[in-house]
């Protein structure tokens, strides 16, 4: 039973580990003033109440 219990251990460990990307595109963020983020909570109100 803990032979069992810890071969599923080690495959979810692996697939967690493995699931992991480090893509070098995806280091550009979108930097938001507060204007902007107004505006966008704005927008969603908007959105929620219609």
Do not use: R
């Not at 990307?21 to 219609?50: H, M, V």
């Amino acid at each position: 039973m803990k032979t069992i219990l810890l071969l599923i251990t080690l495959i979810f460990s692996a697939m967690a580990v493995s699931s992991c990307t480090n893509d070098e595109g995806d280091t550009d963020f979108e930097i938001l003033t507060p204007e902007e983020e107004q505006q966008a909570a704005l927008k969603l109100e908007q959105e929620k109440a219609n």
